[in-house]
Each structure stands twice: as C-alpha cells, then as structure tokens.
C-alpha cells in the first residue's frame, strides 16, 4: 500500500494527540477504520480513515472474507491462546469538538454498492458506515444476560435447565449461566463432525440451539475453559430468549439499542443494507492445515477436542462468509454477526459505567461482577493446558479482560476484539469507553496487540490522565 490514509473527524482540544496517532495507526492498514472514544459519557474523539485502500472494490473485499474466520478460526474457536499451532489463525459528533479533515457524508442508497444489493461498486466509508463485528458481538450478548440480572430476572449462578429445561440432557444438568458467560461450558462447536455443520443449519437458530440441548460436553463444564467461537451466542442468547420472550437480537434492539439511538444490530435490517460496507482479508487456509494444526497441539485427530476445534473452524469460517450475504446479515448469529459502528460501540460501552444523555445501563455492582476473573484460576481443557502462560485469554463474565496481546486499556478495563482487529471496551476508574472498527482483517493474535490499536491505545491513555504502567 502507498501513501497515507486521509484522516478526518474530531477531537476535543487536549486530545489531538490521538488524531495523529490514530492515523499512525492506519498509515499500513490495507483498509478503512473508525475509532470513537468518550470520556465520562462526553464524546472526545470521533475519527475515521480513508485512503489508499479506497481504490480497492467492495466486492474484492466481500470475496476475500471468509479469510480471515478461517485464518483465526484454530485460535478463536479453538485453543484461546493456547500456542503458536493454534494461535496463527484467530449520532454526530458533540459541538465544541476541533474538527480535521472534511465533514463526512452519510452514506445513502444512491452510493451504496457491493455484494447483495445491485449497486455499481465500492461504497463511500465514512463515520455512519456499519460493518461486521465479528466477536465484539458477544459483548453485546453478555449486556442482555446482565440487565436480566439486574433486574432480578436471571440468576448467574442458577444452572441453565432452570431456565432452558432441554439443556440438562447429555451430562450439562448442573451447568451454571456462569459457565455459559465464560467459555467453560464445554461446548465450543455445534457438532462432533470435524467438517463443521453446513451453512444453511448454521443460519437455522434453532436447530443449533437444539444440538447444544442434546449435546455432550467435551470437558466437563465449569472444570476448565476454552473460547466458545459461535456457540457462546446461542447458549447465551437461548437463556435470554428464555427468560425475557424475546430473541436476543430483539432484546437488545429493545432493551439497549433503542433507548440509546445506537446503530448496532445483531440481525441488520433492510432498511439499513445501504450502509454496510464489506470486511477484506487474505486467502484463508485448508481444511487439512487447520487439522495439521490442531493435530500439533498433541490431540489425536479423533479425539473429541480434536474435532470441536476442527469443526469450530470451519463453521465460524461459513458464518464470516455468509456475512457478505444480505442472509447472513439478516439472521441472528449472537456470537459473531453483529453489524454496527464505533460511535455506537463507544455509547454503547459509555453506558455501561456511567449515564448517557441520561440513560445508564448497568449499575457499578453488575460491572463489577462482569469484569471480576472467571477462568484465572482454570486451566484450559487437557493436553491444552500444557500451553498454558501469561498471555492466554481472559474472561468475566461475558467480556475479555486484560492480558498482554490484548492490554485492551490496561487493568480494570474489560470489552471484546473481535476477529480482524474490532475492538469495544472501558475502563471505569478513568471514565473511558472506546470503539474501534476496521474493514481489514488483519490482526493476528499470535503476533501480540493489533498494531493499528497500539499508537491510539497509547495516546488514549495519556490523554485520560492514565498513569503509564497501570
């Protein structure tokens, strides 16, 4: 990629250190990106980037997507962090803001384009852009299961047959809502075929909650931990459907995306299609690759891990490809589908450790159980424990906590990445909540922290009064 990419958007006076840093960023990035940041609820930085990678067509991208679920599929949907064989592949702006560049234009039918809808060819990138945010979504999911128990309607701790009866089949009787919310029910695939179940029963909600009632654990829940790829949103998003009558994605239109106006969707409707712009990504690898991969981990091919990551691969890789499919937007897939944007990732977050324009979602008690550890003193489920170290993931309840190639905003913060290099998160003792969003997949959690994050992550920080080393 030549040149450097156009920056544009606002900052308020004393955060322009994080403009250019955002742009450092982007300055390699074969994509476009968003990055809002609020503190204490106020909007402080609402940047975008466009470049040299707009000469790139929509459609090139939208081919190119499946990419990056099967390049992080052995990681995300498999080991979490467990070694290198695995880990390769895993509303406007506030006035009084200084602005830079051009003010945006919101996208419309008349320059939408891309796979799906007909048009002629890239869509415009500009703040009101939406776009697939990969594992951000479970995020969005753990939100529903929180207010739920907020409000007395959910108990964590109960096991999930109280609320989903069929689920107590196979051996899961005793698995708690905890266990769903922290990756250790073990169940990180919807089959124990290693091929993965088809795309059309991936995009059928129901029969994948079915499966996962009838299904046998692969380790014993609550006794280890392993990243639950695509099967963490329907066990959730079931409990909730549960409990509150609705689908999950109509939950939260309900219940968070309503009362505050954010453009974030788990199921994108029609009437939202001309903003979509398609993800991008590199040639993905084999099947067999992924299976030599996994076969490195010391599992032998038949042995019941072995074949939930296998599977858990090639499903999540189905699902990002389906995305780049109006079918795929418009079905509810909880654990990665969820379409949206920065400024309503960083609302979104604002909200959840402070009022905005005076709505908050949950009390500090609810954040704080969610960012409490849950999987610190487990291992991951044997012989993956044998990979164990200081950078394997961590998880709340729901959220990823901080760890070295993911320092999100340092202790105390909690939020998700999702697969590429999205990002939502905050830190409640500073006040901050950030949404970042890009179009390339480029991130490779086995390399450590996206390098686009680290310039801006940095500059955030200072900007916030955050004590270096914290």
Request: one cysteine or more; charged letters at 20%; proline letters at 9%.
């Amino acid at each position: 990629m030549t040149g450097r990419p156009r920056v544009e958007g606002s900052v308020r006076p004393g955060w322009e250190a994080v403009r250019d840093a955002f742009a450092q960023g982007q300055a390699h990035d074969d994509g476009h990106a968003q990055l809002a940041v609020r503190h204490h609820g106020r909007v402080v930085v609402d940047l975008w980037s466009t470049g040299p990678a707009a000469s790139r067509s929509a459609a090139a991208g939208a081919g190119d997507a499946s990419s990056a679920a099967s390049r992080s599929a052995a990681a995300a949907a498999g080991a979490a962090g467990a070694g290198p064989a695995v880990t390769a592949a895993t509303g406007p702006a506030a006035t009084g803001l200084a602005t830079t560049g051009t003010e945006a234009r919101r996208t419309g039918p008349s320059d939408a384009g891309g796979p799906g809808t007909g048009g002629p060819g890239p869509r415009p990138y500009g703040p009101d852009s939406v776009g697939v945010l990969m594992s951000v979504s479970k995020a969005l999911v753990a939100v529903c299961a929180h207010l739920l128990a907020e409000r007395g309607a959910l108990d964590l701790d109960a096991p999930v047959a109280r609320y989903w009866p069929e689920f107590a089949a196979a051996g899961k009787a005793a698995t708690t809502v905890t266990d769903l919310l922290a990756h250790r029910a073990g169940l990180p695939a919807f089959t124990a075929d290693p091929g993965g179940a088809p795309l059309p029963a991936l995009l059928d909600g129901g029969a994948r909650v079915r499966a996962l009632a009838e299904m046998q654990p692969v380790w014993q829940p609550g006794s280890a931990f392993l990243y639950h790829a695509l099967t963490y949103g329907h066990l959730v998003g079931e409990v909730v459907r549960r409990v509150s009558g609705r689908s999950v994605g109509r939950f939260f239109a309900d219940q968070v995306a309503g009362p505050l106006g954010l453009d974030l969707w788990i199921g994108l409707p029609q009437r939202e299609e001309h903003r979509f712009v398609p993800q991008s990504a590199g040639p993905p690898p084999t099947a067999g690759r992924v299976a030599a991969a996994v076969q490195e981990l010391g599992l032998a091919p038949d042995h019941p891990l072995a074949t939930a990551l296998r599977a858990s691969a090639a499903e999540l890789a189905r699902v990002t490809r389906a995305l780049d499919r109006r079918e795929g937007r418009a079905t509810e897939i909880p654990g990665a589908g969820a379409i949206g944007n920065a400024r309503s990732l960083a609302r979104l977050h604002a909200a959840l450790i402070g009022p905005v324009d005076g709505v908050r979602l949950l009390s500090s008690r609810t954040v704080d159980r969610a960012r409490a550890p849950r999987t610190d003193h487990l291992p991951q489920p044997a012989p993956l424990h044998r990979f164990d170290g200081p950078d394997r993931s961590r998880f709340g309840l729901g959220f990823e906590l901080p760890r070295p190639g993911e320092p999100l905003l340092g202790e105390g913060s909690f939020g998700h990445a999702g697969a590429g290099g999205r990002l939502g998160m905050a830190h409640p003792e500073s006040g901050l909540a950030v949404g970042y969003v890009c179009t390339a997949m480029s991130w490779d959690p086995s390399a450590g922290p996206d390098p686009r994050w680290v310039p801006w992550t940095a500059a955030v920080r200072e900007a916030a009064g955050i004590p270096a080393g914290t």
